[in-house]
């Protein structure tokens, strides 16, 4: 339960740790407002291979507007997301990243 504590405090103070949204294009773009996730964190093998492992909100999931809902030619539904890596490194949690839905719609050209 602490665990599930800190993913959820965690994404309150996620919004400060951001970068850009890499897909975000000027003046030619919109965004909404970032919907989160989760977090993640780097990790190694053994190896040296790096990987990301996390958690994901399902409650955030399931609350997902349909306009980010998109269908697949196997008619399963799919949403976009943006994985991004925190500013300042690890945060007091461990977490190195966050997943956020992707929001950026190209504006349509008159």
């Not at 000027?26 to 989760?38: E, N, Q, R």
């Not at 093998?45 to 790096?50: E, H």
């Not at 409650?59 to 269908?71: A, G, R, S, V």
């Not at 190195?96 to 190209?106: A, G, L, Y």
Request: proline share 5%; charged share 20%.
């Amino acid at each position: 339960m602490e665990k599930l504590n800190n993913i959820n405090n965690n994404q309150n103070n996620m919004e400060d740790n951001q970068n850009h949204n890499p897909n975000q294009q000027g003046p030619a773009s919109t965004t909404t407002p970032k919907i989160y996730l989760g977090n993640l964190q780097e990790k190694a093998r053994q190896s040296g291979d790096k990987f990301l492992t996390g958690s994901l909100c399902l409650t955030d999931i399931e609350n997902i507007p349909k306009e980010h809902i998109q269908k697949g030619n196997n008619n399963k539904n799919y949403v976009r997301v943006i994985v991004n890596p925190y500013k300042n490194g690890a945060n007091e949690y461990g977490n190195t990243h966050s997943v956020s839905i992707d929001t950026f719609k190209p504006q349509k050209q008159d």
